[in-house]
């Protein structure tokens, strides 16, 4: 019993953790189109990502808060900090090296910020049992 909810917590933490890369990968796409079309400026390519970044570390922890229905604040934070390392890893098999000139900080206080306030909000919208007497 104890493994199974184990194996269902990893595969809902998976799930979750893709949603929030998918929306991710589609709001950096929808910031390089805009740039690329002359809509926006180039100086927008940090903070656009770090905003992708945080938006998907929140649907994350949103979703996990959500399934777990315990522990949000904790739950939202580890949900923010494996997100951000699935993110950081991809980048390194993508690119073959680390980015030269990228300083993961930013990213990385984006990532724990949008888990967390995911994980507090998630939790919050919890359906609540009502006891009749």
């Known amino acids: 019993m104890k493994e ?3 194996k269902r917590l990893a595969l809902d933490g ?3 953790l893709v949603m929030g890369l998918v929306l991710s990968v589609v709001l950096l796409l929808v910031l390089a189109m805009a740039i690329s079309g002359g809509g926006l400026s180039q100086n927008l390519i940090s903070g656009g ?3 992708a970044g945080a938006a998907g570390a929140l649907l994350s922890g949103f979703s996990m808060a959500r399934r777990m229905g315990a522990r949000a604040l904790v ?3 580890m949900t923010g900090l494996i997100f951000f390392a ?4 991809l980048g390194i098999v993508f690119l073959f090296r ?4 990228q300083n993961p900080l930013p990213i990385l206080l984006c990532s724990l910020l949008g888990g967390t306030l995911g994980g507090l909000l998630g939790a919050s919208r919890r359906k609540k049992r009502h006891i009749h007497k």
Do not use: D, H, I, Q
């Not at 680390?98 to 000139?101: C, F, S």
């Open 4 to 6: 199974e909810r184990g």
């Open 14 to 16: 998976a799930k979750s």
């Open 49 to 51: 990502s770090w905003a």
């Open 75 to 77: 739950t939202g934070f």
């Open 86 to 89: 699935v993110l950081f890893l």
């Open 98 to 101: 680390l980015a030269p000139m």
